[in-house]
């Protein structure tokens, strides 16, 4: 065979391809797990505006099914609006961010205290009650290294 790969080659070219390394199962890389209990943050004064505009919207154009539409008709509302009439809206949203500040606080003194004495314990019920069936049977595994 003049200047060919025989079958063998090829078949080690492929075995040779270099793969990524399968990361650990269960973990995401560079972000950290986000936690259900924590407080979401308020919506700014046009978020609060967007939310009475696209009720008004809806009442206007009922067979509108654009999102996007939605969205820039708000946006260009709210371009077209003066300070006085953002003047609502933004007391609005200053509102909702002083009751977030105090869940966060609220939150973040709770974080500090550590866990309650309930969740406190690794081990399920059953773990434990598993090792109080085998400590009365008098069969609790000991280590062989003694």
């Known amino acids: 065979m003049k200047g060919g ?3 063998s080659d090829a078949k080690n070219t492929k075995l040779s391809v270099n793969k990524k390394p399968a990361k650990a199962a269960g973990k995401k890389s560079g972000k950290a797990a ?4 924590k407080p979401k943050r308020p919506a ?8 009475e505009f696209r009720e008004q919207y809806k009442k206007e154009h009922p067979k ?15 371009k077209s609006m003066s300070e006085a009439d ?6 609005k949203a200053e509102k909702r961010k002083v009751e977030y ?3 966060l606080k609220a939150y973040n003194k709770g974080q500090s205290e550590g866990p309650k004495e309930e969740e ?4 399920s019920m059953s773990e434990v009650n598993d090792e109080d ?9 000991e280590d062989d290294d003694e």
Do not use: C, L, Q
């Open 5 to 7: 790969k025989s079958k």
């Open 34 to 37: 986000k936690d259900p209990n």
């Open 44 to 51: 700014s004064a046009f978020f609060v505006f967007m939310e």
């Open 64 to 78: 509108n099914k654009s999102v996007a539409a939605v969205g820039k008709a708000g946006g260009d509302r709210w």
């Open 86 to 91: 953002k003047a609502p809206y933004v007391a």
């Open 101 to 103: 500040e105090k869940k």
């Open 120 to 123: 406190e314990s690794e081990k």
């Open 133 to 141: 069936e085998n400590e009365e049977d008098g069969s609790a595994e």
